[in-house]
């Protein structure tokens, strides 16, 4: 399984970023070899589209589960649905270990 966190930093001690278009780092995590890649996200000097260039960015690693805070805006949403990812919402405040410790016991929420 493959889970990207939208995260503040690179490490599983950093915060979920609860920004889904605006996040500074995407976090790829593998489930079978337990890799870890962090990828530096240059949207914030974007006036638009942050959200939508971000949800491609996301489907290119072709991830199986994205974990974040508050979930994506309707144009990033409308990118995502089409794929075969599932969004887990509601990791806000929590760091990358804690989300996905709360996401393998269910206490996230799926947005789709």
């Known amino acids: 399984m493959r889970i990207v966190f939208t995260a503040k930093g690179d490490s599983w001690d950093s915060k979920i970023d ?4 605006r996040m500074d780092m995407l976090v790829l995590f593998n489930e079978e070899d337990n ?19 971000t949800a491609q960015k996301v489907l290119a690693l072709n991830p199986d589960v994205i ?9 990033a949403l409308d990118i995502l649905k089409r794929s ?15 989300s996905y410790e709360a996401y393998k016991n269910k206490q996230l929420n799926l947005q789709f």
């Not at 075969?84 to 804690?98: Q, S, W």
């Open 18 to 21: 609860e920004r889904f278009g």
């Open 35 to 53: 890799s870890f890649e962090a990828i530096k996200i240059d949207t914030e000097q974007m006036e638009h589209g942050a959200g939508l260039q």
């Open 67 to 75: 974990i974040t805070g508050n979930g994506a805006g309707n144009k």
């Open 84 to 98: 075969t990812v599932k969004m887990y919402i509601g990791a806000g405040g929590m760091t990358l270990k804690e």
